[in-house]
């Protein structure tokens, strides 16, 4: 095992750590950090939904014994996102390819996080259900969320936010099941045409760090912390490393 592949461990568990104490699972970070550190490509989604899995896995279960999972409102958001994130997956990108979508997600993905609207409080009125628009929304996120390798809780988040769909919490818990779904939809795809020499190991290591980091993260209180700025700060980071490989094309 190289030394660099145990400074990525620590920076994996340093990144499930903050995401999943406002419930996503890490994927656009994974990418870039995975593209910036220059791991072969068919590699690199592979391990950001893996990572994802097991990241969001221990945050539903808390947001579930605290009954914050609204069964009805997921159901047609993931119901249409699951099959598209699995045909996304399936699809066979050139490094070229990939590379341009993950950079564009990135940036897209860091102005969607720096201008999340105002969370919602438990008192105030929610827009009515729309179960079509909503199957729409998680079709079109899951389909490029298993192209370029992630869960699209970063996606989804702010814009069920800018809907006024339901409170902070819930967001949060419905981001986390929409992660874990698409992930599994994506590494099924994934697994009809994996690549000779994955490096299993390193998936092993980068595992085990973010489930450390995603437990702790899921556990400790941030309340001495901003989440928003918590989400500004990481929208600036994606959004540097999402240009840096536009640029690198």
């Known amino acids: 095992m190289m030394l660099s592949d145990w400074w990525l461990a620590l920076c994996f568990a340093f990144i499930a750590f903050v995401y999943a104490s406002v419930g996503f699972g890490g994927g656009s970070s994974y990418l870039a950090l995975l593209a910036v550190a220059g791991l072969p490509f068919q590699?690199?989604?592979?391990?950001?939904?893996?990572c994802n899995v097991i990241v969001v896995t221990g945050g539903i279960l808390i947001f579930f014994q605290n009954k914050q999972l609204d069964g009805r409102k997921i159901l047609p958001l993931v119901a249409v996102s699951v099959p598209m994130a699995f045909l996304g997956a399936k699809m066979r990108l050139s490094q070229e390819t990939f590379f341009l979508l993950l950079g564009l997600s990135l940036v897209a993905a860091a102005v969607l996080l720096w201008f999340q609207a105002k969370p919602q409080r438990d008192k105030e009125q929610f827009a009515v259900p729309q179960p079509v628009r909503d199957g729409l929304l998680g079709g079109c996120i899951g389909w490029l969320s298993g192209m370029v390798g992630?869960?699209?809780g970063i996606f989804l988040s702010p814009l069920l936010h800018l809907l006024h769909w339901d409170t902070a919490r819930k967001i949060a818990a419905t981001a986390s099941v929409f992660i874990l779904?698409?992930?599994?939809a994506g590494l099924a795809g994934q697994l009809t045409h994996l690549p000779e020499g994955l490096n299993w190991l390193r998936i092993l290591l980068l595992g085990g760090a973010v489930l450390a980091g995603g437990?702790?993260?899921?556990?400790?209180?941030?309340?001495?912390f901003d989440p928003r700025i918590i989400r500004r700060v990481t929208a600036v980071l994606v959004l540097a490393a999402g240009i840096e490989i536009m640029i690198k094309l």
Request: glycine share 12%.
């Open 43 to 50: 590699e690199i989604r592979l391990t950001a939904l893996v």
């Open 181 to 184: 779904v698409n992930s599994i």
């Open 150 to 152: 992630i869960g699209g």
């Open 215 to 224: 437990q702790l993260g899921s556990r400790i209180s941030m309340k001495r």
